[in-house]
């Protein structure tokens, strides 16, 4: 139900926009979360944006660099990435949650019922 796309291998301080495109009406009020996963590591939080007020939420790794936004014509969020870096080198994840979600709970991927199969995005310095 989701797919993400848009990964790539860049050089830093490049740019690159995924996006996360899903099938159902309900997306549109979800609220779509961004993780990733370098090799090693656990999945992290990056970025969400909720389905109701749009309102959006950033992991300080990436805040000031990284946008959430979304299209519910297209059914689609996007997470654009500017001023890339090396460390943001890993997997990227979309992952939805369709029922409200309180805030302090955004960051937890176990707080998402659906995921995206993932896009590698790829750094080098």
């Known amino acids: 139900q989701l797919q993400a796309s848009g990964g790539g291998l860049v050089q830093a301080g490049a740019s690159l926009r995924l996006s996360c495109a899903a099938s159902g009406r309900a997306f549109r009020d979800a609220t779509t979360g961004w993780f990733r996963q370098a090799p090693g590591k656990e999945r992290e939080f990056v970025a969400a944006?909720?389905?109701?007020?749009?309102?959006?939420y950033y992991a300080d790794s990436v805040k000031g660099r990284f946008s959430c936004s979304r299209d519910n014509a297209k059914n689609t969020v996007y997470l654009q990435m500017n001023s890339l870096k090396p460390e943001d080198t890993a997997v990227y994840y979309c992952?939805?949650?369709?029922?409200?979600?309180?805030?302090?709970?955004?960051?937890?991927?176990?707080?998402?019922?659906?995921w995206g199969q993932g896009t590698q995005v790829t750094v080098s310095s």
């Open positions: 992952a939805t949650r369709l029922r409200h979600i309180i805030s302090s709970n955004l960051r937890r991927p176990d707080a998402y019922d659906y």
């Open positions: 944006i909720r389905g109701s007020d749009r309102s959006t």
